[in-house]
């Protein structure tokens, strides 16, 4: 699927609740899902977003296709200028991440701009678990792609 230049919005869905973990009771916030809107046209059902690879016959009921992160961070970016986007994030000195320049936006989430391509790179809570939904419209286009927190089993 390739999506036209353009600029979009992205949205995030938050939850909020007491938890409990090992025993102990917490209050928290959490990013239940981050989406990118790629057109005003209402979405009229969801699909899961599928690699290569994936085969949606080899699923038994209620399973789901989920993305693995070694380091609980998604990001929406610029095919065509993912290696260039992406280099900062790789590089490191002594063992630790050099410095990147880059914009810090509200709730940990990041944007990595090359103004020569004219692309940028938005990173967000990604837990590794998660699912991606793609929002068609009645015509079939994707209107909407929409990435779930590992902890969430919601649908978009």
Request: proline content about 8%.
């Amino acid at each position: 699927m390739r999506i036209p230049p353009g600029t979009y919005p992205v949205g995030i869905a938050w939850t909020a609740g007491p938890y409990e973990f090992m025993g102990e009771h917490f209050d928290g916030i959490e990013c239940a899902a981050t989406r990118i809107r790629l057109s005003d046209e209402p979405v009229a059902g969801w699909e899961m977003g599928l690699e290569i690879h994936d085969a949606v016959d080899r699923l038994q009921p209620g399973e789901r296709v989920r993305f693995f992160s070694d380091a609980n961070v998604g990001c929406f970016a610029d095919a065509g200028a993912w290696p260039t986007l992406v280099a900062p994030f790789r590089t490191f000195v002594d063992g630790k991440p050099v410095p990147r320049e880059s914009e810090q936006l509200p709730d940990n989430y990041e944007r990595l701009s090359d103004e020569t391509l004219q692309a940028d790179l938005v990173t967000f809570p990604a837990e590794s678990g998660g699912v991606v939904w793609l929002g068609r419209t009645r015509s079939g286009a994707v209107a909407t792609i929409a990435v779930s927190s590992g902890n969430s089993d919601a649908e978009a």
